[in-house]
Nanobody
Framework: QVQLVESGGGLVQAGGSLRLSCAVSGPTFSTRTMGWFRQAPGKEREFVAAISWSDGMTYYADSVKGRFTISRDNAKNTVYLQMNSLKPEDTAVYYC??????????????????????WGQGTQVTISS
């Protein structure tokens, strides 16, 4: 089974940066899309960004567009989320997830968490004001 392990979370001041990593292990031949989600206390899990495993095409939630960058290193089987200009409202547990669907022709499914079949354990990101 595919396993996902996040790292890189922490406490930073508003305006700062963090880079999250998601190490992917196991049989990745069915992995087509990798996504990042986040969940703040008392809120639903929220889509952040996604990347195509094969060609690197990306997609972002409006709330992070221009501040966050998702990337992948296929040789290392790792997906990254570079987060800049962080705000207190970015505070959440961040999860990476994998899906067997592509979004080349249809990206409407990307924010739907149930479509992603494998999830990491999450990493806490806290932004102080």
């Amino acid at each position: 089974q595919v396993q996902l392990v996040e790292s890189g979370g922490g406490l930073v001041q508003a305006g700062g940066s963090l880079r999250l990593s998601c190490a992917v292990s196991g049989p990745t031949f069915s992995t087509r899309t990798m996504g990042w989600f986040r969940q703040a206390p008392g809120k639903e899990r929220e889509f952040v960004a996604a990347i195509s495993w094969s060609d690197g095409m990306t997609y972002y939630a409006d709330s992070v567009k221009g501040r966050f960058t998702i990337s992948r290193d296929n040789a290392k089987n790792t997906v990254y989320l570079q987060m800049n200009s962080l705000k207190p409202e970015d505070t959440a547990v961040y999860y990476c997830a994998s899906a067997s669907r592509t979004f080349t022709y249809d990206n409407t499914w990307l924010p739907r968490a149930p479509v992603y079949k494998r999830w990491g354990q999450g990493t806490q990101v806290t932004i102080s004001s």
